[in-house]
């Protein structure tokens, strides 16, 4: 029976592994630096994982890179100039057409004690509650036998490629706009952008964009006097009330509620944008870890203890998979965020600042002098997690520690500003 270790020997493995929850394990061999000599032992290795029921540790950092990848872009910064801040930036907010009446909260609280409308299988489509902010109903359909989940989760499968077609024919409306052709665009100015998918409480998801205009040639050189926030915005309203993309089965196009806004006309207004974009960055699909990860089976999702609907979405997800048609979506390994392929944030090349090259710098800057150097291609895959199971529960204490100091530190900052 291995020794128990002691709780400085945990707390040492927690810090090898960078404060991480559930580290990898690797093990292969080291050099002595000093001897030569070579020896085999474990390493462990920070998960990375972005989602903060997984891991509290990983997701504040990545969060925090979030915030950094979308504020250079906003106000410059790592390798931004800030110049950019003078830039026309609009924030968008795009959403999914309805598939269904569900149950809403509006501002007094109300859900929809107004509409009296009877649904072909003769349900009211009125509901006279007033619904709490965390109401597992919201969000739920008023009728499950109206609401389309086939056309949710394909229009959740295309969504990605509906952004990117959209943004394509943003560029070819600003050319017309400036009595350009798309090919002489180029040469006169550059679009970059910043997308970050969140899901609504229907299982839709909806995007958040920053979006930016450039100069051409190097990039961040200032835009040209015709490229303005007015023109801008008419060409990117004038594409979404219209646009819409053929699939395999059928048109789909973005919901009839979008936002379009300046992202510089409040004060402060940009670092408010990136704070938001940033809080969804560590959410798994509907913020619990029953959609954290990838099913294997349908069974997985049968069990689930969730609301019908979030299991029916999941449900039509995994069998919408056996239709030919459908086969190269790869939707079972997207059940768990009802058929979003994709990443969660998605840029331009010339937005911003990298994720890598954020690690990169944090690698570098976290380097310290070892007495032994990892030999390469000798690493193979040990398992996750520690030896130890109360290693998880004090790294997730101590990372607990770490957020408290620093939020204490800034009020107290905060507090000291105001005093002055």
């Given at each position: 029976?291995?020794?128990k270790?002691?709780?400085?020997?945990?707390?040492?493995?927690?810090?090898?592994?960078?404060?991480?929850s559930?580290?990898?394990r690797?093990?292969?061999?080291f050099?002595?630096?000093?001897?030569?000599?070579?020896?085999?032992?474990?390493l462990?290795?920070a998960?990375?994982?972005?989602?903060?029921?997984?891991?509290?540790?990983?997701?504040?950092?990545?969060?925090?890179?979030?915030?950094?990848?979308?504020?250079?872009g906003?106000?410059?910064?790592?390798?931004v100039?800030t110049?950019v801040?003078?830039?026309p930036r609009?924030?968008?907010?795009?959403?999914?057409?309805?598939f269904g009446?569900v149950?809403?909260?509006?501002?007094?609280?109300?859900?929809?004690?107004?509409?009296q409308?009877s649904?072909?299988h003769?349900?009211?489509?009125?509901?006279?509650r007033?619904?709490d902010?965390?109401?597992?109903?919201l969000?739920?359909?008023l009728?499950?036998?109206?609401?389309?989940?086939?056309g949710?989760?394909?229009w959740?499968?295309?969504s990605?490629r509906?952004?990117?077609?959209?943004?394509?024919?943003?560029?070819?409306?600003?050319?017309m706009?400036?009595?350009?052709?798309?090919?002489e665009?180029?040469?006169?100015?550059?679009?970059?952008?910043?997308?970050?998918?969140?899901?609504q409480?229907?299982?839709?998801v909806?995007?958040?964009v920053?979006?930016?205009?450039d100069?051409?040639?190097?990039?961040?050189s200032?835009?040209?006097?015709l490229?303005?926030?007015a023109?801008?915005?008419?060409?990117i309203?004038?594409?979404?009330?219209?646009?819409?993309?053929?699939?395999?089965?059928?048109?789909?196009?973005?919901?009839?509620?979008?936002?379009?806004?300046?992202?510089?006309?409040?004060?402060?207004?940009?670092?408010r944008?990136?704070?938001?974009?940033?809080?969804?960055?560590t959410?798994?699909?509907?913020?619990?870890?029953?959609?954290?990860?990838?099913?294997r089976?349908?069974?997985?999702?049968?069990k689930l203890?969730v609301?019908?609907h979030?299991?029916r979405?999941?449900?039509?997800?995994?069998?919408l998979?056996l239709?030919?048609?459908?086969?190269?979506?790869?939707?079972?390994a997207?059940?768990?965020a009802f058929?979003v392929?994709?990443?969660?944030?998605?840029?331009?090349?010339h937005?911003?600042?990298?994720?890598?090259?954020?690690r990169?710098?944090?690698?570098?800057?976290?380097?310290?002098?070892?007495s032994?150097?990892?030999?390469?291609?000798?690493f193979?895959?040990d398992?996750?997690?520690?030896?130890?199971?109360?290693a998880?529960?004090?790294?997730?204490?101590?990372?607990?520690?770490s957020?408290?100091?620093?939020?204490t530190?800034?009020?107290?900052?905060?507090d000291?500003?105001?005093?002055?």
């Amino acid at each position: 029976m291995p020794r128990k270790k002691s709780t400085f020997e945990l707390v040492q493995e927690i810090q090898q592994a960078g404060g991480c929850s559930h580290p990898i394990r690797l093990r292969g061999e080291f050099i002595d630096t000093v001897t030569g000599e070579v020896n085999a032992r474990a390493l462990l290795v920070a998960c990375k994982d972005r989602r903060a029921v997984l891991c509290p540790s990983c997701s504040y950092l990545y969060k925090a890179d979030a915030w950094i990848v979308v504020s250079t872009g906003l106000i410059g910064g790592k390798g931004v100039p800030t110049s950019v801040s003078s830039h026309p930036r609009l924030f968008l907010t795009l959403t999914a057409p309805s598939f269904g009446v569900v149950h809403v909260r509006k501002s007094d609280g109300s859900c929809r004690p107004e509409d009296q409308r009877s649904c072909p299988h003769g349900r009211v489509m009125s509901c006279w509650r007033h619904h709490d902010e965390n109401d597992v109903i919201l969000g739920t359909p008023l009728c499950a036998k109206c609401f389309d989940y086939h056309g949710a989760v394909l229009w959740n499968a295309e969504s990605s490629r509906l952004w990117n077609r959209t943004f394509e024919q943003i560029r070819r409306r600003l050319a017309m706009a400036l009595g350009l052709s798309i090919e002489e665009l180029p040469r006169h100015l550059r679009l970059s952008y910043l997308k970050v998918a969140e899901f609504q409480r229907r299982g839709l998801v909806h995007f958040h964009v920053v979006l930016r205009g450039d100069g051409p040639g190097e990039p961040f050189s200032a835009p040209p006097a015709l490229l303005t926030t007015a023109l801008l915005t008419q060409v990117i309203e004038s594409v979404l009330k219209n646009f819409s993309i053929a699939t395999s089965q059928g048109e789909i196009a973005w919901g009839r509620q979008f936002r379009v806004s300046d992202a510089s006309a409040l004060d402060r207004d940009d670092l408010r944008i990136a704070a938001y974009l940033a809080k969804y960055a560590t959410k798994s699909t509907n913020g619990s870890l029953d959609f954290a990860r990838r099913f294997r089976a349908r069974s997985e999702i049968v069990k689930l203890d969730v609301t019908p609907h979030l299991r029916r979405l999941a449900l039509t997800t995994w069998d919408l998979a056996l239709e030919p048609e459908l086969a190269a979506m790869n939707l079972r390994a997207h059940a768990h965020a009802f058929g979003v392929r994709g990443q969660l944030i998605t840029k331009s090349r010339h937005y911003s600042t990298r994720f890598s090259d954020l690690r990169q710098a944090r690698a570098a800057y976290m380097t310290s002098p070892r007495s032994d150097d990892p030999i390469a291609g000798t690493f193979t895959y040990d398992g996750r997690g520690y030896d130890d199971p109360r290693a998880a529960t004090i790294a997730e204490f101590l990372h607990q520690l770490s957020v408290d100091a620093r939020k204490t530190a800034s009020q107290r900052v905060t507090d000291d500003a105001k005093t002055k």
